[in-house]
């Protein structure tokens, strides 16, 4: 893939990572957040774009919708998070799944590492914030993160019809 490519891709999956967080919210009670489907284009950002452009779509694009909804003390969080997620996504699905030629199986089991790190790293950073009262988001954050892990692997036999993605899936 050129380089020109890359960031077109980038650009268009950070437009869509913001699009889906912003697009269906389902209020968590108790912590003010909301579980949302823009997980899933974080995954596939990493394992479609690669750790460098898939972090920047990832942590960009889920920034700005944190930015554009009003949770300003977030953003920085999440866009760390969210890079993270898609460069662990990469190395997952392509690296130790490298050789297994089930993008189904893999996908799962990528997703698996993308929710342990959604809950993770939230919990890590708003217990800075909130102290014990962090742990109470981890529910809602492992319910978000297996809405993106069973989206992403829905949509990866799909893309994987796209002529761009079919040797990357």
Known sequence: MTKTKSMVLA????A?????TMSLHI??????GYIHPGDAIVVLSGILLGPVYGALAAGLGSALADLLAGYMIYVPITF?????????????????LGKMNQPIVKGIITGCFSTVIVAAGY???EYFMYGNGAFASVPANLIQGLSGLIIATILLPILKQVPDFKSII
Do not use: Q, R
């Open 16 to 20: 869509l990572a913001c699009v889906a």
């Open 123 to 125: 919990c890590f950073f």
């Open 80 to 96: 760390f998070v969210k890079a993270l997620i898609a460069v662990v996504c990469y190395f997952v699905y392509h690296k130790l």
């Open 27 to 32: 209020p968590t009670p108790g912590t003010g």
């Open 11 to 14: 650009a268009l999956f950070a």
